[in-house]
């Protein structure tokens, strides 16, 4: 891994709403077909984290590197960064009152100028791999959280990013519903994609994950590889995190 090149370079960022920073001089780097995932307490900026390197929100100090271009600093155009850096929310965001194919073929179409033609035949074939083909002509409303959250998937899929972000994807589903959504992204991992992954699910960060972030007040206080964070952390405050991640989930280790 140490060998692909860097994609995204986060350095110092630091993110404050005016009552303290969110994000204290964060800094990562995500090489190509690299997984990293972002862990820690609530409210620890996991999730402000992810939308700072989307665009979505404005940093107050540090930079922000695609492929070594600087984004955070002139002016960037942020409609076409999210076409390389695209992003998975826990909310889903699809449009109720269009079907699943036109959700999904919406943005190569519009904002990337694609053949309508092609981007059906596309977006037919990574349906079919998520499992949802028969669902194509559905509308959200007649899908169960898991299978929106796949259409969500496809949908930041089909614009071919660099970097997929996912947002604590699962947060909202049901308990039987998180392993289909959890599947998916552990093929994708199989298959080479780039991802900063969110999530509050330790065995899915410690299956998927090439290095583990473990953020708490705003900074990162530890990254190490998953087998070791997870058996051997280094930091106290990582310790404790796993320790009641533990007891919170009736004694089954992470």
């Not at 955070?72 to 942020?78: A, F, I, S, V």
């Not at 073929?105 to 037919?124: D, F, S």
Request: glycine residues 10%; hydrophobic residues 40%.
């Amino acid at each position: 891994m140490a060998q692909q090149p860097v994609l995204l370079e986060v350095k110092n960022i630091v993110k404050n709403y005016g009552e303290g920073n969110v994000l204290d001089g964060v800094s990562l780097e995500l090489r190509k077909g690299e997984v990293k995932v972002v862990i820690g307490p609530s409210g620890c900026g996991k999730s402000t984290l992810l939308r700072c390197i989307n665009g979505l929100e404005k940093i107050q100090a540090g930079q922000i590197l695609l492929t070594g271009n600087v984004l955070t600093e002139g002016k960037t155009d942020w409609s076409k960064v999210r076409q390389k850096i695209g992003m998975v929310f826990q909310s889903y965001d699809l449009f109720p009152h269009m079907s699943v194919l036109d959700n999904i073929t919406l943005g190569p179409v519009k904002v990337q100028g694609r053949e309508k033609k092609e981007v059906v035949l596309e977006a037919e074939k990574l349906l079919g791999r998520v499992g949802l083909l028969d669902k194509k002509d559905a509308y959200p409303r007649q899908l169960s959280g898991g299978q929106k959250q796949r259409v969500a998937i496809v949908r930041a899929l089909i614009l071919k990013p660099e970097i997929l972000l996912f947002d604590e994807v699962t947060a909202a589903l049901d308990p039987e519903m998180v392993r289909e959504v959890l599947d998916v992204i552990l093929e994708l991992a199989d298959d080479g994609y780039t991802m900063l992954i969110v999530t509050h699910e330790m065995q899915f960060a410690r299956a998927v994950a090439d290095q583990v972030v473990f953020l708490d007040g705003g900074r990162i206080v530890e990254s190490d590889a998953p087998e070791q964070f997870f058996t051997q952390p280094k930091a106290e405050r990582a310790r404790r995190f796993l320790n009641t991640f533990v007891y919170e989930k009736g004694g089954e280790k992470a």
